[in-house]
């Protein structure tokens, strides 16, 4: 790419990503935020325990501003492609601390600084199914990171009352304004500090577990 491309990309990334963050920023400000279980991720961390939250990619805009809403700074991976370069400027600006790379780019050298910056902030976030798939799929990489950061893995539950739905491979799902948005923190889960392919690839599957029968007792609450 050109010098001139360069820094026109560079200016439309840094205007475009700051006038996005204060329209989210705004946006939130209409919904109406409940919480669940915060306290356990806030015991944990104040016991000098490391978590790492984890969600589905179709819900995580809900949990765009944890990091101002509980004064955490968490880190997270985000992709090297182009939007990853949207996303992470959006995401620095909410308090969230980029790292990029993903399981097809850069995947060694991100989980390596994602160790680094759990062991440093005492907390992460993790998109298991992201960047693109297979949806509510949960990739080793997160029980890789688990075992190396010495952290537990704690299911960030996002359900919104009402919301758009994307036409996208995760089916990306954003609240609607003046809708109320459950935020649940669900059950810590431990990972074993060795294992065997099986007993680490029967871990997996049991997050994998875990998420979905949270997700469908958090979603449920709407219907009562």
Request: with cysteine; hydrophobic share 40%; net charge positive.
């Amino acid at each position: 790419m050109s010098a001139a491309k360069e820094i026109k990309y560079f200016l439309i990334n840094t205007l475009l990503t700051s006038i996005i963050f204060h329209i989210l920023n705004l946006y939130t400000k209409t919904l109406r935020l409940q919480f669940e279980g915060a306290e356990k991720v806030q015991k944990h961390l104040e016991n000098g325990g490391r978590v790492i939250m984890t969600s589905w990619h179709q819900r995580f805009f809900g949990g765009f501003f944890i990091p101002q809403i509980f004064q955490w700074s968490p880190c997270i991976m985000i992709s090297k492609s182009r939007d990853g370069d949207f996303v992470s400027q959006i995401a620095r600006y909410v308090g969230w601390i980029p790292v990029r790379g993903s399981s097809s780019r850069g995947g060694k050298e991100a989980l390596r600084i994602m160790v680094q910056g759990v062991h440093e902030h005492k907390i992460g976030g993790h998109i298991v199914d992201g960047p693109t798939g297979p949806p509510r799929i949960v990739k080793p990489g997160l029980v890789s990171l688990a075992q190396s950061a010495n952290a537990v893995i704690c299911p960030t539950l996002v359900s919104y009352e009402k919301a758009w739905i994307a036409n996208s491979w995760d089916r990306f799902m954003v609240p609607k304004p003046f809708s109320r948005v459950l935020l649940r923190f669900g059950s810590i889960l431990r990972v074993p500090e060795t294992a065997s392919n099986e007993q680490f690839e029967s871990f997996r599957r049991e997050v994998e577990d875990n998420l979905i029968k949270e997700y469908e007792a958090v979603d449920r609450c709407w219907r009562k």
